[in-house]
């Protein structure tokens, strides 16, 4: 059974997904073990609380830089053994020391069809508001391998949502988390726990 931990910001939605995935049985061979958050007031703290699952606060706030930051995190996920590493809306940058410690092991769900509205400055709302400035007519969302390039690692799951007349962030944001991103985030982490992605040239393959 793989230990896994989930690192938080905010609401936790997308940890929600996963805890219902829990229950319902769709995530064979795993199990969260532990909650983390960058942030004492996350909703996402409570969800773990009402589900019995061991929380932890690292407050982004309480370190000087971002390399401090990463080594208590990192230090924290090693001492719970986490065998995988969600970022389910986790919206603090770390540095390169987790991505050694966890090669491979730690996936992120981003709101948007990676390579497109990805990187520095694209996370929440704002990855929903360039979409509606840009006019494309799909988005979607993306789970990814967590590399040094920030939204870079191989992908692994992809969804597509449609953009419709009238979207405002919120509304576009809430059909893709419905659509997509509670979708394919517990499929991606139970396809992790049966050992059934392989990386090839920085490509994932499902076996
Ligand atoms: C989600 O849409 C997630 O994809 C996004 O933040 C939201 C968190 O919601 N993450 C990023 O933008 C990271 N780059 P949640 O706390 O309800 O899961």
């Known amino acids: 059974m793989m230990n896994i931990a989930v690192l938080v910001s905010g609401g936790g939605t997308n940890l929600q ?3 219902d995935a829990q229950n319902s049985g769709e ?3 795993g199990k969260i073990t532990c909650v983390i958050a960058s ?3 996350a909703y996402a703290l409570e969800r773990a609380k009402k589900n019995g699952i061991a929380t932890r606060v690292i407050a982004r706030k309480e370190y000087a830089d971002v390399h401090t930051y990463t080594r208590a995190v990192t230090d924290a996920l090693v001492e719970v053994n986490a065998d995988l590493v969600v970022y389910a809306g986790f919206m603090t940058i770390l540095d390169e020391q987790i991505v050694e410690a966890f ?3 730690m996936m992120n769900v981003h709101p948007a069809l990676i390579p497109s509205f990805c990187g520095k400055g694209f996370y929440g709302l704002h990855v929903h508001e360039a979409v509606l400035e840009s006019g494309v007519k799909l988005t979607g969302a993306t789970v990814h391998f967590v590399t040094e390039e920030c939204d870079g ?3 692994i799951l992809q ?4 953009v419709e007349n009238g979207d ?3 509304i576009l944001q809430k059909r893709v988390m419905e659509q997509c991103e509670w979708k ?3 499929q991606a982490v139970s396809l992790f726990c049966e050992g059934r992605i392989k990386v090839i040239d920085n490509k994932t393959e499902i076996i």
């Open 184 to 186: 394919i985030l517990p």
């Open 103 to 105: 090669p491979h092991k």
């Open 159 to 162: 969804k597509a949502a449609a």
């Open 168 to 170: 405002t962030p919120e």
């Open 39 to 41: 942030n004492p007031d």
């Open 153 to 155: 690692g191989p992908i």
């Open 27 to 29: 995530i064979k061979n």
């Open 17 to 19: 997904a996963l805890i």
